[in-house]
């Protein structure tokens, strides 16, 4: 009972079972955890203090006599990282890491947003273990490197002997007296050994014939570099960590907002927003909400009409900017990212920014419009202006100067509930106005007469029409080594290929009249091999 405690995989059965339910407590229990729950951690945390109680006594154990075997620290620590009981251990940490930083934990927030997801006592350990950013934290490249060198060593430790039984000049390449006895063949009748070679032929095998003192050597080998299949995914698995180690040491992922109809190149980044510049910039053509009404309208299909002003989507039409020239464009849609070499661009959020989009203006000449005879010609034309540019009309130049969305309750204005009021900035002969436009022209109206220095200025804006400026909320992500992790996928299907799919089998045949000792070894599947092939050969003597 005591060997059980201290055996590998016990501990191992003991972690996973604490860290269950550690995770239950802290991301599926709803409300305070009862006396039930702390039962069960007090058990679960009992049995795990065992296994490791017990792990370390053997492991300790086991270090001492190994360290006193090889008499070398050089030697023991090849060894240590050779050890197949590190790579499972270290793959089950990784793991329970990757798990927690991709299903529970959602990464790179403000330290305020997790304090009101999970409390004052969670969100601090949270940010202490650096489980709000786990794959850039310093422990988790650690394990990635410690798998890594593992791989590395374990490989180097038994490639020499793998590469030795496969291509080496001692493999037995004739069923001689010596190799009779070390191989164990068995005894059968042959009529016709140019059969036997047709036969193997016809199975895929490579055959060798010798003829010496009467008797005939056969040698058939098929699949002799499957044995490598292993190292080649090996190789892979390599080239996959070497690509995840570049994109969490160098790569980045941050928050990029563009107002609508402006160019932005400064990312945020983190939890504390540091400003990141990319090396492109983003130019927001246009911005769209997608209801669900209009979708149905694209595809052709029908929906409810309690859902038709519903919001399905949002989509932003983009352009990539670099150095000045556009060198990119495409559509971004939520689910529907946008790809510009190794930068991927995602429609995350989007917002009012309490700019103007568009807003017609009716310009009105005050004086006409107070005379009954030129009522008629007092509407001078219509314009349209926009948060950041200037529009000229007659003798004005025209801007916006400020925004409210809505003046009855500004807050109600981010939410879409527009009643806006714009003060724009009108530049008419050397002189400034600020000229104030309301949604409802009676109060344009009063809002002219309460400033003074309007009284000058010789035109009445009216609003004709009024569209709120969006801004859209990127998230890009910049991942320097995606290109390598394909390499190493594609890589790694093609060794699961060579060691999953094929096998190395090598057949040996001494023919002395019409009798033949057959040995035979498969890499993989030797009983069923060996009985299928014997069987095959006895129907083939039999047909001879």
């Known amino acids: 009972m005591i060997s059980v405690f201290r055996s590998f995989g016990f501990f191992v059965a003991s972690f996973i079972l604490f860290t269950a339910v550690v995770i239950y407590g802290l991301f599926h229990l709803e409300g305070e955890p009862g006396a039930v729950y702390w039962t069960v951690f007090g058990i679960s945390l ?58 529970y934990i959602q990464q790179n927030l403000t330290f305020e947003e997790y304090l009101d997801k999970f409390g004052v006592t969670k969100a601090v350990w949270f940010w202490k273990l650096w489980l709000n950013d786990v794959f850039h934290s310093w422990y988790y490249i650690g394990l990635v490197v410690l798998l890594a060198i593992n791989l590395t060593v374990c490989s180097i430790k038994r490639l020499p002997r793998i590469w030795r039984q496969t291509f080496g000049s001692e493999r037995i390449l004739k069923l001689d007296e010596k190799a009779e006895r070390r191989l164990k063949p068995v005894t059968m009748k042959i009529k016709d050994p140019d059969a036997l070679v047709k036969f193997l032929l016809k199975k895929g095998f490579k055959v060798f014939k010798e003829e010496e003192n009467g008797k005939i050597y056969l040698f058939a080998e098929k699949g002799r570099y499957s044995r490598l299949g292993v190292y080649v995914v090996h190789i892979a698995l390599l080239v996959i960590m070497g690509g995840a180690l570049i994109d969490a040491i160098f790569g980045v992922r941050g928050f990029l907002p563009v107002p609508e109809g402006e160019t ?25 909400i997608i209801t669900y009404g209009e979708e149905a309208q694209e595809k052709g299909i029908k ?98 100067e400020r925004v409210v969305l809505n003046v009855l309750n500004p807050d109600a204005g981010f939410e879409g509930d527009l009643a806006p009021a714009v003060v724009l900035k009108v530049l008419l002969n050397r002189k400034d106005y600020n000229v104030p436009v309301v949604y409802d022209p009676q109060l344009t109206v ?99």
Request: glycine share 8%.
């Open 446 to 544: 009063i809002a002219y007469s309460q400033v003074k220095e309007l009284e000058d200025f010789p035109y009445v804006f009216f609003m004709d029409g009024f569209e709120p400026q969006f801004y859209s909320g990127f998230q890009v992500s910049y991942h320097p080594g995606t290109n390598i992790i394909w390499i190493g996928s594609a890589v790694l299907v093609i060794g699961m290929m060579i060691a999953f799919y094929s096998v190395h089998r090598k057949v040996w045949v001494r023919i002395e009249g019409d009798t033949a000792k057959v040995a035979i070894y498969s890499h993989k599947f030797k009983e069923e091999f060996k009985r299928n092939f014997l069987r095959e050969l006895e129907s083939l003597h039999e047909h001879r």
């Open 303 to 400: 929906v409810a009409p309690e859902f038709r002003e519903a919001v399905a989507s949002y989509r932003s039409e983009i352009e990539i900017i670099n150095s000045g020239k556009k060198v990119a464009e495409g559509v971004v849609e939520v689910n529907k990212p946008f790809d510009f070499k190794n930068y991927r661009i995602f429609q995350a959020s989007y917002g009012l920014t309490g700019g103007v989009s568009r807003m017609g203006l009716i310009v009105v000449d005050k004086k006409k419009a107070q005379n009954d005879e030129t009522i008629h010609e007092a509407v001078l034309g219509r314009i349209e202006v926009k948060s950041g540019e200037v529009t000229e009309f007659k003798d004005m130049l025209i801007s916006v």
């Open 46 to 103: 009992i049995v795990f203090c065992l296994g490791l109680g017990g792990f370390i006594y053997e492991s300790i154990r086991s270090l001492i006599k190994d360290y006193k075997r090889h008499g070398n620290f050089w030697d023991f620590l090849y060894d240590f990282f050779a050890s197949l009981k590190l790579a499972i251990f270290i793959m089950i940490l990784l793991g329970i890491f990757s798990m927690l930083g991709s299903t």
């Open 264 to 288: 932005s190149d400064i990312m945020l980044v983190g939890p504390e927003d540091r400003r990141v510049k990319l090396p492109f910039a983003v130019h927001l053509k246009d911005f769209r």
